[in-house]
């Protein structure tokens, strides 16, 4: 004796039939094959670096033509104790320094007004800190990369390059306003 359907129970079981192949055929398209969501994005012009539970995100110069500027960035520690953030200087210059960068290496860089800071285990803590005196920089022109060391209490020292920015938060390119022929850098 054969087996009979009803309409709707046909309609049913291809809807069911429908929805897991769309489901398949959705959950596949981001999945894998290099995703693009897969790969950390910096969305920020700053460099961002870690050193074990203590991570460095969005770490720049805002700078004037003539190399004078101030440090702006942020620390976070996403450990379970206390660290201290001892120190940011100049280090010497890495010749595989990032394409596209001004070759021109800053002669002498200081970083000045910088005291040591605790990093509170699961805490924020900015440059400018709220309600301090900026850490000025002193050598680094826009469209630089200065090359730095950072120093923890207990984490790893970081080197890095860190970009030189316009004081109005730009990459130096000609401006709207200035003459022909003229341009920032």
């Known amino acids: 004796m054969p087996i009979t359907l009803s309409s709707q129970a ?19 398209c981001g999945a894998g094959f290099d995703a693009q ?16 539970p203590i991570a460095v995100r969005n770490l720049l ?19 379970s104790s206390d ?9 010497p210059a890495d010749p ?13 860089i ?9 990093l509170k285990a699961g805490a924020l803590y900015t440059i400018p800190p709220a309600g301090n005196e900026p850490v000025t920089v002193t050598g680094g022109k826009p469209g630089q990369m200065l090359r730095v060391t ?14 030189v920015l316009t004081t109005d938060h730009y990459s130096p390119s000609p401006r709207a ?8 850098g």
């Open 37 to 52: 969501t897969s790969k950390p994005y910096q969305p920020a012009e700053g460099t961002n670096a870690q050193s074990g």
């Open 150 to 163: 950072i120093t923890f209490g207990t984490a790893g020292p970081i080197t890095t390059s860190i970009p």
């Open 10 to 28: 046909v309609r049913r079981t291809a809807l069911a039939g429908a929805a897991v192949a769309l489901s398949v055929a959705v959950t596949a």
């Open 83 to 91: 660290d201290k953030l001892v120190s940011i200087a100049s280090a």
């Open 61 to 79: 110069v805002l700078a004037s033509a003539d190399g004078k500027g101030e440090l702006h960035g942020a620390f976070v520690n996403s450990g």
């Open 96 to 108: 595989s320094a990032a394409q596209g960068a001004s070759t021109e290496q800053p002669g002498s």
């Open 110 to 118: 200081t970083f000045s007004g910088l005291k040591p800071a605790d």
């Open 177 to 184: 306003d200035e003459p022909a022929g003229e341009s920032h």
